[in-house]
Structure formats: C-alpha cells, structure tokens
C-alpha cells in the first residue's frame, strides 16, 4: 500500500473492502490521483456489514501522512476526519470527533497520500472531543496508531487511499481554517 506500512500502519488492511467516492462518481482505488478540487466535500464511505453485524461499531480514520511534504514529514500525521461509534455501516449514525477536510498539500510538496482507515471497536469509545472543519488545532502530529492502542481498536479490517497534490483550490480551503 504505497509505504503506508510503515508510515502509518503495522501492516496492510484488507483490500476493495472500503469504498469511497466523491461527487460526480470519483472513486478511491488504491492510490489513484485526485486533485483538492475533486475532494473538498465529504464522500461517501460505505463497506458490507458481515451478517450480524449491525450492531457491532466501528471507527473511520482518514489521515495524512505527508506532511507538510512526503521528504519532511514534521506534522505526521494529519487527521482529517474521524468518526467513532458507527454502529453496522451506517456512518451517518456514529460520533463525529473531526469533522471532514478535504486534500490542501502545500505548493510544491508533491504528492500527498489520504487514507481511510476502518477499525471494528471492542466497546463503546467514550471521547468528548470534537474538531470543526474550520479548526487546524488538533489535526497536527495525530497518531493512528497510538488512537488505536488507546481504544483497542487493534489492526483495520479495510482502508483505501488516494493521493493528491497542490491545485487551486488549496488557498481557498486554507482561508476557512484557522488555529
């Protein structure tokens, strides 16, 4: 998966078990390129329950391990959406603690690697935080794996990723965010 083991993970989740698109029927496949533009809204992510599954909950990470590029990665990692709580595959139902933000790779940085990551939780994960989408303060130096080891969670059971690198549309996400 593109160095993301060891970047980000221990070793690789399963594949094609996490699905993720964007407006306009834009899919996540394994490491394609996506421009910030294509990936400013939240996508849609959805994965099969397994039978008997729907009230087991899960959490959904989406990290950015590049940063500020993937030569100089002082900010490892950035977290741009988490979700906890979700019971079966009903992502809309869980617990948001960082709001989605879309790509926003410095110019010149190259390419940039997002990855969607899906745990099964052992238990209920109780955590009052919550980071708007307008709020840089607490998305710097997160830790996938040190949440997981946190709160059990424990390998992924699926992820998918994308890269993206600089586009226009970078300055006008950035002017939204403060913190």
Known sequence: ????????????????KLKVSYAGELAV?????LTPTQVKDEPLVTWEA????????????????????RADPKFREILHWAVVNIPGN??????TLAEYVGSG??????LH?????????????DESLHIDRRTRTGRLNFSTR?????HG????????FYEAQYDDYVPIRNKDITG
């Not at 998966?1 to 094609?16: S, W």
């Not at 009230?55 to 590049?66: E, F, G, K, S």
Request: net charge negative.
């Open 105 to 110: 790779p410095p110019k010149g940085t190259g």
């Open 50 to 69: 397994a039978e008997g599954d729907e009230a087991t909950l899960h959490t959904l990470l989406m990290v950015d391990p590049d940063a500020p590029s």
């Open 29 to 33: 496949q394994e490491g394609n390129e």
């Open 113 to 125: 690697r997002y990855i969607f990551l899906l745990y099964r939780q052992g238990e209920r994960i």
């Open 153 to 160: 969670l424990g390998q992924p059971i699926a992820g998918n």
């Open 1 to 16: 998966m593109n160095a993301l083991v060891p970047d980000v993970l221990d070793e690789a989740p399963p594949k094609d």
């Open 90 to 95: 009903q992502l809309g139902a869980g617990q």
């Open 146 to 150: 040190q949440f997981a080891a946190k």
